[in-house]
């Protein structure tokens, strides 16, 4: 009886398992298989598609082109994680998340939320991406002992500090009740305001909302002070007065007139003789309820150079530079003449090679035909002459003598016949010559 009670029982708990087989070995191999590629799909990142998103955004979740409502499951293994969750259609894991147009919809983005998305469906990995919140903090810059000012984001119910020397150490500075926690913090309109910022404001200051969300992130860099002072300039001819603010007992101040070369005069609160050395008691230091106060009189050409504050941590507070103007040497301005002088020389050799050039070009007529043609050698000469009152009479004689024959003996020893001229006349007292002075070339030739 025992015996078939247990074959009974036996046979019945198979059954179950069998009909349990049946209708959920489609799911129960679907999740093996992922069980199995995961560990590769997370070793093979680097070729899948990566999504860097700023914390407290929304989100939706990218379904591929095989997505099936009826068959598609979305897994996700969150960062630092090795075991993927399921997320299945209709359920959330979390409370930012819900299911809007057939996808995942994440409505403000943690370092949570960080991690390997996959699509599967029949069997398949369709979809895998990786989603990455990164850091979306804005840097802003503050000089030592100048306020910091923060803007309030409308939904932000918190403000959150963390120092760079301790990041896992988070301190509320602000609540949306309107309460401060730090003593040099007030509130002022939409604004949260800290006085006279020190490194120890170094940091991150993030706005969350209620739900913990990240509104907005602020990086905070602390910078030092700097100045730059000339004693030359009449406001500290005769004093100099700076004032820093940070106590007497938490500073260390250092001089150096030139590379090099440095004084300390201040360390860590503590006076050294080098400021009875170098300044006698010229330099005096007041201490105040807000800072220190530095006031150097009578001052001196040597007392130029870098003055440099560093707190108790070693931080760089401040920085001041107090210069002069020195004389110039002879040799400056001998320096400073040689250029002139000899621009000088090439100004008079270029005014010079100029005048030369133009009184070339007067001399020269512009137009050739301008010029007044060649004449004769004897043309100028009889232009040169006074007019006379002597008539024609008086040149007949000698143009008669002109256009005479020549004599026997020159026409034998000439070779070539040449022209012979002859006057002829009228006869009326003038001689051969006609009144109207005609004359006539007889080039006939004696044969």
């Known amino acids: 009886m025992p015996i078939v009670n247990s074959s009974i029982k036996t046979t019945t708990n198979n059954t179950g398992t069998s009909l349990w087989l049946q209708h959920n070995f489609p799911t129960f191999c679907l999740q093996m298989l992922w069980l199995l590629l995961f560990p590769c799909t997370v070793l093979c990142d680097a070729s899948m598609q990566t999504y860097q998103m700023c914390p407290g955004t929304p989100f939706y979740i990218p379904r591929p082109t095989e997505y ?13 994680t090795s075991r993927p969750e399921i997320v299945l259609r209709g359920t959330t894991v979390s409370d930012h998340y819900s299911f809007k147009d057939d996808t995942l919809f994440i409505s403000e983005l943690r370092k ?8 599967s469906g029949d069997q398949k990995i ?3 991406f990786k989603l990455e919140i990164k850091d979306c903090a804005v840097p802003q810059m503050v000089v030592f002992g100048q306020p910091l000012k923060l803007s309030i984001p409308p939904e932000a119910s918190r403000l959150e500090f963390v120092h760079p020397s301790n990041q896992h150490s988070t301190k509320t500075v602000w609540i949306a009740d309107g309460l401060t926690h730090v003593p040099r913090a007030f509130l002022q309109g939409s604004s949260w305001i800290a006085e006279k910022t020190t490194y120890a404001d170094e940091g991150s200051y993030t706005f969350r909302r209620p739900s913990g969300a990240e509104v907005s992130k602020i990086q905070v860099k602390v910078t030092a002070d700097i100045k730059y002072y000339n004693m030359d300039e009449d406001a500290i001819q005769q004093k100099w007065d700076i004032f820093l603010p940070i106590s007497l007992f938490e500073m260390s101040l250092t001089f150096t007139p030139e590379p090099h070369n440095e004084y300390v005069l201040i360390y860590k609160g503590s006076v050294t003789e080098k400021v009875e050395n170098l300044f006698s008691d010229r330099m005096a230091f007041q201490e105040q309820s807000e800072g220190v106060r530095i006031v150097l009189t009578d001052l001196r050409r040597r007392d130029a150079g870098r003055y440099q504050i560093v707190d108790v941590d070693g931080n760089l507070v401040a920085l001041r530079f107090l210069s002069a103007n020195q004389s110039p040497s002879y040799y400056t301005y001998f320096y400073a003449l040689i250029p002139a002088v000899l621009f000088i020389l090439l100004c008079v050799c270029i ?3 100029c005048c030369s050039k133009s009184k ?9 035909e301008d010029a007044s043609p060649a004449q004769p050698y004897n043309a100028i000469e009889m232009q040169d002459r006074e007019p006379s009152n002597m008539g024609l009479e008086d040149y007949v004689p000698s143009i008669q003598q002109a256009m005479s024959p ?5 026409q034998g020893s000439s070779l070539d016949p040449q022209p012979q001229f002859q006057l002829q006349g009228s006869g009326d007292g003038l001689g051969d010559i006609p009144s109207t002075f005609p004359l006539t070339m007889d080039t006939t030739t004696s044969t």
């Open 68 to 80: 099936d409502p009826n068959t598609s499951y979305l897994h996700f293994a969150r960062k630092g």
């Open 360 to 368: 070339n070009k007067s001399n020269t007529p512009s137009n050739p």
């Open 406 to 410: 020549p004599p026997p003996s020159a």
């Open 351 to 353: 005014c010079k090679c």
């Open 126 to 128: 369709h979809k895998t």
């Open 112 to 119: 949570t939320d960080a991690g390997v998305f996959s699509w």
